[in-house]
């Protein structure tokens, strides 16, 4: 499935904050890394702000619906292990 969903972004087929919804939905919070690995470090630099955004309240879509806080919250800790990331706000 992830493999599917990169291909379609990367062929323009979905959008970034697309891929990022579908992405969050499947992310198991115990073990976010089967998802996020597969990401480009763009989308998940993308990813932390969308993440940061749901955890305060702030982000709305039309995508579907939107992560559950703890998926959200899981994304944003593996990303900001994984990336050199600078925050602003914190959950």
Not at 7 to 29: A, F, S, W
Not at 55 to 75: C, E, I, S, Y
């Amino acid at each position: 499935m992830m493999h599917s969903l990169v291909e379609k972004y990367q062929r323009g087929m979905i959008t970034d904050d697309h891929l990022i919804v579908e992405c969050l939905n499947m992310l198991d919070p115990r073990n976010p890394d089967p998802v996020l690995s597969e990401l480009p470090d763009r989308i998940l630099r993308r990813m932390h702000r969308f993440a940061s955004e749901c955890l305060h309240g702030q982000m709305k879509t039309n995508f579907g619906v939107l992560p559950a806080r703890d998926q959200a919250l899981a994304a944003r800790r593996w990303i900001e292990q994984s990336l050199p990331i600078t925050t602003s706000k914190t959950a």
